[in-house]
């Protein structure tokens, strides 16, 4: 994993720690927050880094409500925390 891979899997961490138990957030937040001028050169990387803290079990990626695999998943996706 490059830096900017690490980068955004920090931003996603935190964006969801600010956010109240159950909320989402888009990959392109997570992209904003790493590269404001250039956030969309980075959504595939904030997508694949969603989906490693998915692997890892503290997140899920969903689209439309249901999770999914964001390797597969076509279109807009959200991430949310594993609720426990």
């Given at each position: 994993?490059?830096?900017?891979?690490a980068a955004l899997e920090?931003?996603?961490e935190a964006?969801?720690?600010?956010?109240?138990p159950?909320?989402?957030i888009c990959p392109s937040e997570a992209a904003r927050a790493v590269a404001?001028?250039?956030w969309?050169?980075?959504?595939?990387?904030?997508?694949?880094?969603?989906g490693r803290l998915a692997e890892r079990g503290t997140v899920e990626v969903t689209q439309r409500?249901?999770?999914v695999d964001v390797g597969t998943a076509?279109?807009?996706v959200r991430v949310r925390r594993v609720s426990r």
């Open positions: 994993m490059d830096d900017a891979g920090r931003a996603i964006l969801l720690d600010a956010r109240t159950g909320a989402t404001p001028e250039g969309r050169d980075l959504m595939p990387e904030a997508r694949a880094a969603a409500g249901a999770v076509r279109g807009p």
